[in-house]
């Protein structure tokens, strides 16, 4: 990708035909759909691209086994509808990113023989509406079958399981190749870069973004024939920025999970747990050698912290736990995270549970403004094609979208041996040649390259663990990554493996962006400081320990080195 400099002077100079607002699976999508059916095409993001809900989800691609459930119960077309057309997403999804995503088989635990049936006919309908979607036939598992799949569960009441497949992935990274790839294409994306306030013409129409650049270079104005709005949960303040007054449409919900050690739990099998004390389902997920487990679904109260709660983890510990064999301890808790649902209010439902997870786009005949609203990250690529498709009516000249099965940056050669390569011509163990062809697909290859001129970026982050100091110089120069967050919650994602890990990392990772960023030996102490608090606090909510404060952590590594 080009650095923050080369497309903010892009930006400066440049006038485009589409700006897209909102840089997370929404925005992304958008700007790749319009670019590569020729539109000049800016997007922006006021954080780092999908820092907001789209590093939050689950990480399914999936059409929602509840949502199939509640279309059956309530006799809802809609939910149908979006079952059937997020089924059809996840396929498209597992083959644009074969590196990023993968099936996992969900177990659903019966404790009598009429769940087996019910649980059984209803996986056979999700498998059904997948039609040729589908990824693998379900089945149903027999006590034996069930525990040797996964001895962690109950063993006393289990009767047996129903076994269906669904789709999951690295959602911080599937957003950033998005991005990556709109860039291969000819766009121009610039993360950290808020846009506050919209120029018009006398017919109100908009014809510029005002931009404010959080990293300090003051101010740009995006001029262009269309603006999206793609900004998830906060849709509304940037409809609102357009027309003073619009209605709100958000009904935005917080969900959290937690990560915990994957002892006694298979890599590959997951557990859905199909009825939770609010009426849900929840899941437990195999996830980079942690055991994903969540979510929550409560109100959000603007301006909240999006952190995890105590009370947070004691409901999802309270509804996992009776379906194991050994509960689940709030102490085991070892990662979490917090994000906020982009839901679309609707007229008569109160209960963010109950509202459905379809996206809508939404076009301001005043001010020429589109919006895409709503939405799951598995339509994502759908929901990019429905808002080009409306841009360009505003535009006058429809042209067909180019997005299905579209090869994202990292694909294009890709393969399940291409580990294989990287061993043979690195000579790097097979864990770490797995580990990098998973985040970076074929250009697993140009983040090694990298140890050959340094060796020193040949040495883990930290010790004993896959991530690599390379990763971090990869991240700065080549995927526009500016802070240690960047760095460690999303490029790399080990702040999702372990807190307490990233936290021994973070002063690596501060003192190789100071070299590659220019930072000042000030710069990077305050950096260190902000990022080690932050997860501290993450930590102290979670009812645990902070870790010692910064400064000692440091002078640690410095001894240590
Ligand atoms: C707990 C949870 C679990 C989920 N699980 C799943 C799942 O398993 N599968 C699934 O398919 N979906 C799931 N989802 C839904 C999915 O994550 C979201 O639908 C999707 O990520 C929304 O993407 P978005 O781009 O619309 O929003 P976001 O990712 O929030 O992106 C919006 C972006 O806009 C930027 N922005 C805001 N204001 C401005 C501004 N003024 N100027 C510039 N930029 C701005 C923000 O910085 C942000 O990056 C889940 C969501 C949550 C919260």
């Excluded at 009516?393 to 393969?415: E, F, K, Q, V």
């Amino acid at each position: 990708m080009k650095t923050r400099q080369q497309a903010f002077d892009q930006i400066k100079d440049g006038s485009f035909d589409l700006c897209v607002i909102g840089g997370g699976a929404s925005g992304a999508s958008c700007a790749l759909d319009a670019q590569l059916r020729g539109l000049r095409t800016v997007v922006v993001d006021a954080g780092d691209f999908a820092s907001g809900s789209s590093t939050a989800s689950t990480k399914m691609a999936h059409g929602g086994v509840r949502y199939l459930q509640e279309a059956v119960n309530d006799l809802d077309i809609g939910q149908y509808h979006l079952v059937e057309s997020a089924l059809r997403e996840r396929l498209g999804m597992l083959h644009s990113a074969p590196h990023l995503t993968r099936t996992v088989e969900f177990l659903v635990p019966c404790f009598s023989n009429f769940e087996k049936v019910y649980y059984g006919l209803g996986m056979k309908m999700y498998e059904w509406i997948s039609g040729k979607s589908s990824l693998l036939p379900s089945r149903i598992l027999s006590r034996e079958e069930a525990l040797y799949r996964m001895p962690a569960m109950q063993h006393e009441k289990l009767v047996g399981a129903v076994a269906y497949a669904d789709g999951q992935f690295d959602d911080a990274r599937y957003g950033l190749a998005l991005v990556e790839t709109f860039e291969a294409a000819g766009g121009v994306a610039l993360n950290y870069a808020r846009a506050a306030g919209f120029g018009k013409d006398e017919a109100g129409k908009i014809t510029s973004a005002t931009v404010s650049d959080r990293m300090g270079h003051g101010t740009l104005e995006i001029r262009a024939r269309a603006f999206v709005n793609a900004t998830g949960p906060f849709s509304d303040i940037v409809r609102q920025l357009a027309s003073p007054g619009a209605a709100p449409r958000m009904r935005p919900s917080k969900g959290v999970h937690i990560m915990v050690p994957l002892d006694g739990f298979p890599d590959q099998d997951a557990v859905l747990i199909p009825k939770t004390e609010d009426g849900r389902v929840i899941f437990a997920i195999p996830w980079n050698g942690r055991l994903l487990i969540g979510t929550t679904d409560t109100g959000y109260t603007p301006g909240e912290e999006m952190v995890v709660k105590q009370e947070e983890i004691e409901y999802l510990l309270r509804q996992i736990n009776p379906y194991l064999n050994s509960p689940l301890t709030a102490d085991k808790v070892v990662a979490g995270y917090a994000g906020v649902r982009p839901l679309v209010a609707a007229a008569g439902v109160t209960d963010t549970k109950k509202l459905i997870r379809d996206d809508e786009v939404e076009f301001d005949a005043g001010t020429g403004l589109v919006s895409i609203l709503g939405g799951k990250w598995t339509t994502h690529r759908l929901m990019g094609e429905e808002t080009i498709d409306r841009v360009q009516d505003y535009l006058g000249a429809r042209s067909p979208s180019r997005t299905w099965n579209y090869l994202l940056a990292g694909a294009h050669g890709y393969s399940e041996d291409y580990w294989q390569t990287l061993v043979k011509a690195y000579s790097v163990p097979a864990g770490l040649a797995k580990y990098l062809a998973h985040k970076y697909g074929v250009a697993a290859a140009q983040v090694l390259e990298l140890t050959r001129a340094d060796r020193y970026l040949a040495a883990p982050l930290v010790t004993g663990e896959a991530p690599i100091r390379a990763q971090v110089v990869y991240a700065a120069r080549v995927e526009m990554a500016i802070t240690i967050e960047d760095v460690l919650a999303r490029r790399i994602g080990f702040q999702l493996y372990s807190w307490r890990g990233a936290i021994e990392a973070a002063p690596i990772v501060a003192e190789l962006l100071r070299r590659e960023l220019g930072w000042s030996g000030e710069e990077e102490g305050r950096a260190l400081e902000t990022y080690i608090a932050g997860v501290n606090h993450m930590i102290s909510m979670a009812g645990q320990m902070p870790e010692p404060g910064p400064l000692a952590e440091r002078e640690l590594v410095l001894e240590r080195k």
